[in-house]
């Protein structure tokens, strides 16, 4: 009897052609940026994604973490949804590693509408944490796995734009987004400055 899990997306597991490419990979050293497979998934994912550059690492967290700390910043807040995976669900890691203070938003089905992140907006003052950057989640995990449609994204952007804000899309399923809204990857990743994939999640990569 074959059993189908549904506790979690994160159950997939590789299928016997991913293990045999595993087992076939070429590798090097990519502290030297020497490990073939590695530059070619990077590749090819920076073009996909039409974005400028393209880094592995091996998990959504840390994919959340590195813009938290680049583009959001030690004293500075990040607003995001209430619900947000990077929230509660990374060990606090907003805080306790990027340094940034999480402004908790509220937001119909995990969609933060500008008029929302106006209201949480601190502008740069000598004793003020200011806002550095805007966090979604698309598809949104704990608000039922909501897909950003495509006038979300571009009012958010195009506000925070508006307000040289960066955003910061946690995209750990992405490719679920696309899929049911028809936007192509580079489409909603135009709406973006940073973004994560995970291809651990209902792709049956083990890490990444
Ligand atoms: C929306 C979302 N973001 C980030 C992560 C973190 O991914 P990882 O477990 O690979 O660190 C998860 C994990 O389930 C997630 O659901």
Redesign the pocket.
């Known amino acids: 009897m074959k059993t189908i899990e549904l506790r979690?997306d994160?159950f997939t597991r590789p299928t016997e052609a991913m293990r045999k490419a595993m087992y076939d990979a070429e590798v090097g050293d990519d502290v030297y940026g020497e490990d073939p497979t590695v530059n070619r998934l990077e590749a090819m994912t920076a073009e996909l994604c039409g974005a400028e550059a393209a880094l592995f690492v091996?998990?959504?967290?840390?994919?959340?973490l590195i813009p938290l700390i680049l583009l959001g910043g030690r004293g500075n807040e990040v607003i995001l949804h209430e619900q947000?995976?990077?929230l509660h669900?990374?060990v606090g890691g907003i805080a306790a590693v990027a340094g940034t203070v999480p402004i908790a938003a509220a937001g119909e089905r995990g969609i933060l509408k500008p008029e929302t992140v106006a209201g949480h907006i601190k502008e740069n003052a000598y004793d003020i944490a200011h806002t550095s950057l805007i966090a979604i989640?698309n598809?949104?995990?704990f608000e039922g796995g909501t897909c950003w449609k495509p006038d979300d994204l571009a009012a958010l952007s195009a506000y925070a734009r508006s307000k040289n804000l960066p955003v910061h899309m946690?995209g750990?399923?992405c490719f679920n987004a696309c899929a049911s809204t028809g936007m192509s990857l580079g489409e909603v990743f135009s709406h973006v400055d940073s973004a994560?994939l995970?291809l651990?999640?209902g792709l049956g990569a083990p890490?990444?």
Do not use: L, Y
């Open positions: 979690s994160t091996s998990s959504g967290t840390m994919g959340n947000a995976h990077i669900h990374e989640e598809t949104h995990n946690d750990a399923r994560n995970c651990s999640k890490v990444g």
